[in-house]
């Protein structure tokens, strides 16, 4: 069982809004925290917010703490990420991983926006 | 917010030898929370070394992580070529988590 699966590539236009999806399997749901990583091309990784699921509690990077809003749906055990006002910039791999430090990525979803 | 730095910038070794990837802080990193990761090129990071020292599971023990406060260094022994890629390190003992810019790793 994979333990966190995202949904597909995105192509967006620039001051619209996108939501990745992460559905996470067995116990990873209930026992570990979720984060969203970007990663844009050629560049290091980049956290951007977390959420504890079960508590439904969340937190985010001061860079981001405007734009992004990180949800969880119990019912079918998946974590969501929203980011509003897309601009070019936003391009990148989005990973949602599990854990303090990393110990599980989803497959990553490429967000493209373009014009 | 602390910046991790990264040298060098890329690592061009032969099978077999020794690589020495140094990662700076710009302030402490609480609770030895460093990790090390490595990355290929179409795939996702892959957690290599956590808590600064402890191997992340099925990871072989040419790999290993050293280093307190502010300096860290992950060292590869006897560099094998599925080792080629970019590693990153991460600091998650404050927030918000940083990475480092990474270091390349070609083989020879």
């Known amino acids: 069982q994979v333990p966190l699966l995202q949904s597909g590539p995105e192509v967006k236009k620039p001051g619209s809004s996108v939501k990745v999806s992460c559905k996470a399997s067995?116990?990873?749901?209930?026992?570990?925290?979720i984060n969203w990583v970007r990663q844009a091309p050629g560049q290091g990784p980049e956290w951007m917010g977390k959420?504890?699921?079960?508590?439904?509690?969340?937190n985010y990077a001061p860079k981001f703490q405007d734009r992004v809003r990180i949800t969880a749906d119990k019912s079918t055990s998946t974590v969501y990420m929203e980011l509003s006002s897309l601009r070019s910039e936003d391009t990148a791999f989005y990973y949602c991983?599990?854990?303090?430090?990393?110990?599980?990525w989803g497959q990553g979803t490429l967000v493209t926006v373009s014009s | 917010e602390i910046v991790l730095t990264q040298s060098p910038g890329t690592l061009s070794l032969s099978p077999g030898e020794r690589a020495t990837l140094s990662c700076r802080a710009s302030?402490?990193?609480?609770?030895?929370?460093l990790a090390w990761y490595q990355q290929k090129p179409g795939q996702a990071p892959r957690l290599l070394i956590y808590?600064?020292?402890s191997r992340a599971t099925g990871i072989p023990d040419r790999f290993s992580g050293s280093g307190a406060g502010a300096d860290f260094t992950l060292t590869i022994t006897r560099l094998d070529p599925e080792d080629f890629g970019v590693y990153y390190c991460?600091?998650?003992?404050?927030?918000?988590?940083?990475f480092g810019q990474g270091t390349k790793v070609e083989i020879k």
């Open positions: 808590a600064v020292s």
């Open positions: 067995g116990d990873t749901f209930s026992r570990y925290i």
């Open positions: 991460h600091q998650y003992g404050s927030s918000p988590g940083t």
């Open positions: 302030q402490s990193v609480g609770s030895s929370s």
């Open positions: 991983t599990r854990g303090h430090y990393y110990d599980s």
């Open positions: 959420i504890t699921p079960i508590l439904d509690v969340s």
